[in-house]
Each structure stands twice: as structure tokens, then as C-alpha cells.
């Protein structure tokens, strides 16, 4: 192996910059030539290449984003637009991709791996929706930035004695909801995994208010059926009935700035090393990800086959910590 390649896709995620980083550190450190992609796989098709040495990811670890720019790039998904990247690569005397992003980058990775270029994927995306996994890069900040946002809204609500509908992202999955309820401690929460009923959803909230709370948080997931502004439309037909005054609140990409954590820094750091040492054994059409305490490495067409679960028996204990 002498020249690799890297590119962020899809989504950013606070810690992608740290995964970088690594990626390029760790592949000079085995004499190779790295180059990373500007924008994604729009970047791979453009041919927007650019030589990386250890000085161009320095500064870089303690910020949020991507220094290389991300896309979502629909032309990727097409045979022919794979096909003129595989010949950008080709062209820039590439011998492997490393793929720094979530669902929809690791289905583009496994199509460009099936073609016999290797690529290696590494887990990132805040929504935590990813097999081949157990947390990817961006959603341990992704949560404390949720928490801030939560824990300031209470102070508000009490003070007023509302409710707040406070929506938060994740696509179709409900991670982000569910632990950002059970760490904010909410009243409620709702998750596409499991419908929420809106009669019973303002009954819990009229027993919070009749039980005495002087506020009550709804953290809602975005891919939620009733998603913020639909439950809040549902029960404004009858406003008396909650007892709280209501308030909704989006914090959509807001979640997605900002600078990562230790944790995910650390993970991004791991994950790019990771990286690297798959190519230089000879590993690739994987994905490296932290399962239980541990970097393993996944089949491409397992994770792009599968689909995360969802543990949603923690829903008895965010009711049961709501009392
Ligand atoms: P994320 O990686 O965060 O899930 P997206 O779902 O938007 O974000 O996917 C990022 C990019 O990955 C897409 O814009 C597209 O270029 C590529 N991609 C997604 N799905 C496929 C697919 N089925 N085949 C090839 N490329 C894909
Ligand atoms: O996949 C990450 C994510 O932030 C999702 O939670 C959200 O639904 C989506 O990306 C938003 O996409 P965009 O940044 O293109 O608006």
C-alpha cells in the first residue's frame, strides 16, 4: 500500500475532524501518501483531491464539522457516478477509500467496495441508527448538547408552568430521544419504534400537572409519526386539558455543532487508527466501530443489511424515573 485516500459523507458529526486526523497521522506513520476528498463522494467524482501531511490536520481535533466539507450527493448512488469516481481514484494512483460516515455513506462504501476497490468504513453519524456498532462518532456530543438545551428549558417552563414539546433529530431512529429523556429527566417521550398515542400522551401529561410538577418536557424524535408541531396540533383541539400552557422546541442542527467531547475524540481517534491498521493487513469492504468496550471490524454487507435495534425496554425505565 502506498497512497490512500479519505472522505467525510453525509451528515457531519462532532468528532469526524479527531477520525480525520487520525487517518492521516496514522497513515504516514506507515509511509503512505494520504489524500483527502473535498465534499464527499461529490468531492470523489469531481476529483477534488488534496495531499494531507501531518501539519494540515493540526488544530483540527478540538472542532466540530468536517475540514473536508461533506454532501449528500445523489449522483453516487448511480452506477455511472460511481464509475467516474472509481476512475478519479484510479487517476490519483489510490488504492484505498477510507469512508468516515453514517447509514446511507457505509450503502455507498459497500457499493464501491463491491466493485473491487477497497474501502474501509468508519462509524459516524449522530443518530446512532449504524449496525456494526454500538455508539458512533458525534452522538455522545450530540446528547450533551441536547441535555444543555433540555436543562435550560425546564428552567424556563417551571417558571412559567409549561410543557415543552422539545424535538430532536435522529432520522427514523429514536436513540437520541430516548437517552436525551432518560439523562434530561422528561416526563415523556416519542420514538418512531413505538407509536405514541396522543390521548394517552395528554393524560400523562395532565397527571404530571395534577400531581404538582411545575413543568413537564416531552423530548419527541423528528422521525416520530407525531413529530413536535403534529402532537402540539393535536392537542391545541383542546388546550385546557394539559393543565400546562404549551411550548415546542426544534433544536434540530443546533445538535449537530459545536465542538466534540472527550469522548468523541477519543473515538474518532481510535476509529481512524483503526483505520489504517485494516488496510496495512490486508482488511477491507469492513467497517471499524466500537462494539461492547471494543474496536471490531464488520462486513460492509452485514451493516448495510441489518438494522440496528433500538433497546426499548429503557422506555419502562424513563417512565418509572418520570414519576
Ligand atoms: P449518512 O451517511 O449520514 O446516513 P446519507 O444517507 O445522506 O447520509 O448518505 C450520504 C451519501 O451516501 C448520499 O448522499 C449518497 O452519496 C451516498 N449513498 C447513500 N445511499 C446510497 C446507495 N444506496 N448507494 C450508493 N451511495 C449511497
Ligand atoms: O443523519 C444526521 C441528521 O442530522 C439527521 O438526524 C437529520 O434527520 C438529518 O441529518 C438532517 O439532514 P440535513 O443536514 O441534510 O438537513
Not at 97 to 123: E, K, M, R
Not at 163 to 179: D, H, I, Q, S, T
Given at each position: 500500500?502506498?497512497?490512500?485516500?479519505?472522505?467525510?459523507?453525509?451528515?457531519?458529526?462532532?468528532?469526524?475532524?479527531?477520525?480525520?486526523?487520525?487517518?492521516?497521522?496514522?497513515?504516514?506513520?506507515?509511509?503512505?501518501?494520504?489524500?483527502?476528498?473535498?465534499?464527499?463522494?461529490?468531492?470523489?467524482?469531481?476529483?477534488?483531491?488534496?495531499?494531507?501531511?501531518?501539519?494540515?490536520?493540526?488544530?483540527?481535533?478540538?472542532?466540530?464539522?468536517?475540514?473536508?466539507?461533506?454532501?449528500?450527493?445523489?449522483?453516487?448512488?448511480?452506477?455511472?457516478?460511481?464509475?467516474?469516481?472509481?476512475?478519479?481514484?484510479?487517476?490519483?494512483?489510490?488504492?484505498?477509500?477510507?469512508?468516515?460516515?453514517?447509514?446511507?455513506?457505509?450503502?455507498?462504501?459497500?457499493?464501491?467496495?463491491?466493485?473491487?476497490?477497497?474501502?474501509?468504513?468508519?462509524?459516524?453519524?449522530?443518530?446512532?441508527?449504524?449496525?456494526?456498532?454500538?455508539?458512533?462518532?458525534?452522538?455522545?456530543?450530540?446528547?450533551?448538547?441536547?441535555?444543555?438545551?433540555?436543562?435550560?428549558?425546564?428552567?424556563?417552563?417551571?417558571?412559567h408552568h409549561r410543557a415543552?414539546l422539545?424535538?430532536?433529530?435522529?432520522?427514523?431512529?429514536?436513540?437520541?430521544?430516548?437517552?436525551?429523556?432518560?439523562?434530561?429527566?422528561?416526563?415523556?417521550?416519542?420514538?418512531?419504534?413505538?407509536?405514541?398515542?396522543p390521548e394517552?400522551m395528554a393524560s400523562?401529561l395532565r397527571?404530571?400537572y395534577?400531581?404538582?410538577?411545575?413543568?413537564a418536557?416531552?423530548?419527541?424524535?423528528?422521525?416520530?409519526?407525531?413529530?413536535?408541531?403534529?402532537m402540539a396540533d393535536y392537542f391545541k383541539q383542546n388546550g385546557e386539558r394539559l393543565g400546562f400552557d404549551l411550548r415546542v422546541?426544534?433544536?434540530?442542527?443546533?445538535?449537530?455543532?459545536?465542538?466534540?467531547?472527550?469522548?468523541?475524540?477519543?473515538?474518532?481517534?481510535?476509529?481512524?487508527?483503526?483505520?489504517?491498521?485494516?488496510?496495512?493487513?490486508?482488511?477491507?469492504?469492513?467497517?471499524?466501530?466500537?462494539?461492547?468496550?471494543?474496536?471490531?471490524?464488520?462486513?460492509?454487507?452485514?451493516?448495510?443489511?441489518?438494522?440496528?435495534?433500538?433497546?426499548?425496554?429503557?422506555?419502562?425505565?424513563?417512565?418509572?424515573?418520570?414519576?
Amino acid at each position: 500500500m502506498k497512497r490512500i485516500a479519505l472522505l467525510t459523507s453525509g451528515g457531519d458529526a462532532p468528532g469526524m475532524n479527531a477520525a480525520i486526523r487520525a487517518v492521516v497521522r496514522t497513515g504516514l506513520a506507515k509511509s503512505w501518501d494520504v489524500f483527502g476528498v473535498r465534499h464527499g463522494y461529490a468531492g470523489l467524482i469531481s476529483g477534488d483531491f488534496v495531499p494531507l501531511g501531518a501539519r494540515d490536520v493540526g488544530g483540527i481535533i478540538q472542532l466540530g464539522g468536517t475540514m473536508l466539507g461533506s454532501a449528500r450527493c445523489p449522483e453516487f448512488k448511480t452506477a455511472d457516478g460511481r464509475l467516474k469516481a472509481l476512475s478519479q481514484l484510479r487517476r490519483h494512483e489510490v488504492e484505498a477509500l477510507v469512508v468516515i460516515g453514517g447509514n446511507g455513506s457505509q450503502t455507498g462504501a459497500y457499493a464501491l467496495s463491491q466493485s473491487g476497490f477497497p474501502v474501509v468504513g468508519i462509524a459516524s453519524t449522530i443518530d446512532n441508527d449504524l449496525y456494526g456498532c454500538d455508539i458512533s462518532i458525534g452522538v455522545d456530543t450530540a446528547l450533551n448538547v441536547s441535555l444543555e438545551a433540555i436543562d435550560r428549558l425546564k428552567v424556563t417552563a417551571s417558571s412559567h408552568h409549561r410543557a415543552f414539546l422539545v424535538e430532536v433529530m435522529g432520522r427514523e431512529c429514536g436513540y437520541l430521544a430516548l437517552m436525551a429523556s432518560i439523562a434530561g429527566g422528561a416526563e415523556a417521550v416519542i420514538i418512531p419504534e413505538q407509536e405514541a398515542d396522543p390521548e394517552a400522551m395528554a393524560s400523562d401529561l395532565r397527571a404530571a400537572y395534577d400531581m404538582g410538577k411545575s413543568h413537564a418536557i416531552v423530548v419527541v424524535a423528528e422521525g416520530a409519526r407525531y413529530n413536535a408541531e403534529g402532537m402540539a396540533d393535536y392537542f391545541k383541539q383542546n388546550g385546557e386539558r394539559l393543565g400546562f400552557d404549551l411550548r415546542v422546541t426544534k433544536l434540530g442542527h443546533v445538535q449537530r455543532g459545536g465542538a466534540p467531547g472527550s469522548f468523541d475524540r477519543l473515538l474518532g481517534s481510535r476509529l481512524g487508527a483503526a483505520a489504517t491498521d485494516q488496510l496495512a493487513c490486508g482488511g477491507h469492504g469492513v467497517l471499524v466501530g466500537l462494539c461492547m468496550g471494543e474496536i471490531k471490524a464488520t462486513p460492509l454487507a452485514e451493516v448495510t443489511s441489518n438494522k440496528k435495534l433500538l433497546d426499548v425496554s429503557l422506555l419502562a425505565l424513563a417512565r418509572v424515573l418520570a414519576l
